[in-house]
């Protein structure tokens, strides 16, 4: 018997699940809010980015690399570190640093704060029943909501960041982590410093890093790891909730069919028309 097709996106939701498309796979999905807020700690944008709130995390990770480099923050914390404390305050600059806190606390704030309404959002489109269109085909690329390996991204992003993000489907963000992962370790001299390091000439690393840039990458690199592992994991929740409904719906509407079809009243009538037929 053939089937009636029954297409996920026929209905826009109110509060939709997620959203494929040329730049990637974003999700509703419900993140932990302190996990969320400590990720805007290490670094100003992160935490949105874990959301999936790429653009205001984008504005604020251009934000904290801009006030942090006028400010030479990083370069006083380094100098901290060492217990040069009279170097790291004459190295701040006190006019940018004190524009980088209000934003820096906001941040914090504003990531805890979305991850409790997106968790809310979440909710609301699970009973909702929200449909997700399950692939996008544009002129540009083909993108699928499919099954992946988790350590494969995180794998990726070890190796270089970024590369998880590709692997995972978000696009620009991939894109996004990758070219800021090569400007900043060219701007830190990063390569030859491990060059450096791998050779045992420890001193000779120390000398040419350029540490006010050099401390922002264990921050970049944990968290391109992080978000790539995470991302693959919550894309693969969306495939699960994506098939569990299609196939249900379709179910659904087979067996409204079915019973439809059982409970009509079918007349067979035969009218005899050859030329020979007689009273």
Known sequence: MPHQKFQ??????????????VF???SVYPRTPWVTAW???AFPGFGHMFLGKYLLGFVLIIWEL?????????????????????EAK????????????????????????????????????????????????????VVTLDKKNPWTGLVWSVLCP???????????????ILAWWIVVCYKAVAVRSWLYSFLGDFRGATAIADWQWFLFLPSMYGFAIYQAYTAVIENNTLFDI?????????????GQRIATENETVQI????????????
């Not at 006028?70 to 217990?83: D, T």
């Not at 997106?118 to 029943?129: C, V, Y």
């Not at 994506?242 to 087979?254: D, S």
């Open 268 to 279: 067979l009538a035969a009218f005899e028309h050859s030329p020979l037929w007689r009273w």
């Open 24 to 26: 990637g796979i974003n």
């Open 162 to 176: 970024g590369l998880g993000q590709l692997y995972g489907g978000t696009t620009i963000v991939g894109t996004f």
């Open 8 to 21: 996920s996106a026929n209905i826009k939701p109110r509060y939709p699940k997620g959203k494929i498309s």
């Open 242 to 254: 994506e098939q569990i409904r299609y196939l249900r719906v379709r179910a659904e509407n087979l």
């Open 66 to 86: 801009v006030v942090n480099n006028q400010s030479n923050l990083n370069m006083g914390i380094a100098l901290s570190f060492l217990g040069r404390f009279e």
């Open 39 to 41: 990720w805007s700690v």
């Open 90 to 141: 004459a190295q701040i600059n006190q006019d940018w640093a004190l524009l980088y806190v209000a934003v820096y606390v906001y941040s914090i704030w504003d990531s805890y704060r979305c991850a409790v309404e997106i968790k809310k959002s979440h909710a609301l489109s699970e009973i909702e029943d929200a449909p997700v269109t399950p692939s996008d085909v544009s002129f540009f690329d």
